[in-house]
């Protein structure tokens, strides 16, 4: 109805005086056993909600940002030329290496470690 998604532990908000007040306002909470402070990132989707600590939401923003860009770029190859998607998922074992199937395709790409943070030895995540 209000065009953005809504995320909560039951179905309905607790109700009353003690639950409706704000009692404090840019102080630390814990919201489900997690801590969230002022300034920190709340992302959600329908797989779940994570809290980014904003000393580090910017350098998560941009990895997150560029393994998405190479995800499309996946599934365009993968549309083209069908075969075993593992050959191109180095995500769980890490950075990408630049010899490897999927360092090969970005480089038709134009995407490189001189101008990507995914690839080994391109940046200190």
Known sequence: KYGFPCFSYSTTARQGPAFMQ??????????????????????GDQDGVVVVPAKVAEKVYSIAHGRE??????????????????????????????????????????????NSNQFEGSADW
């Open 69 to 114: 860009e190479i995800e499309e770029i996946i599934k365009a190859e993968l549309t083209l030329n069908p075969g075993p998607p593992g050959v191109y998922y180095p995500f769980m074992s890490g950075k990408i290496k630049v010899d490897s199937p999927l360092g090969r395709l970005l480089a038709t790409k134009g995407i490189s470690p001189e």
């Open 22 to 43: 704000p009692w404090r306002c840019n102080d630390v909470v814990s919201v489900g056993g997690t801590v969230v402070r002022p300034g920190d990132a709340i992302v």
